[in-house]
């Protein structure tokens, strides 16, 4: 599977973006999709997944309430909406899909990685 994540970018704190992030190689409904993302410094965070046995979401603590996952399978493409930005949510955002059989948080489990896309949140 190959991954490619967009829509990165600075906003203001209280901003609002929505990421995409294209599959191709591989039927996109037969995949875990997960949206990670990585501060300097700090290790790769869980942010939101789509599980592909149930097509539910599932998130982080730090993503309930304010960021949504949401998928279109006719364009095999995943987005992260992402609402109320903080400064804190700066990072790079990766998108990844993963082989198990039902969605997971964690990034090692996951086989696939996009190129990850910047967001950065001034204050």
């Known amino acids: 599977v190959q991954l490619q994540a967009s829509g990165g970018g600075l906003v203001q704190a209280g901003g609002s973006l929505r990421l995409s992030c294209v599959a191709s190689?591989?039927?996109?409904?037969?995949?875990?999709m997960g949206w990670f993302r990585q501060a300097p410094g700090k290790e790769r965070q869980f942010v939101a997944g789509?599980?592909?046995?149930?097509?539910?979401?599932f998130y982080a603590d730090l993503a309930k309430g304010r960021f949504a996952i949401s998928s279109d399978n006719a364009k095999n493409t995943v987005y992260l909406q992402m609402n109320s930005l903080k400064p804190e949510d700066t990072a790079v955002y990766y998108c990844?899909?993963?082989?198990?059989?039902?969605?997971?948080?964690?990034?090692?489990?996951?086989?696939?990685w996009g190129q990850g896309t910047l967001v950065t949140v001034s204050s």
């Open positions: 789509r599980s592909r046995s149930t097509g539910r979401p």
């Open positions: 190689g591989r039927t996109f409904s037969s995949v875990n």
């Open positions: 990844a899909a993963s082989n198990l059989p039902v969605g997971d948080p964690t990034p090692d489990r996951y086989d696939y």
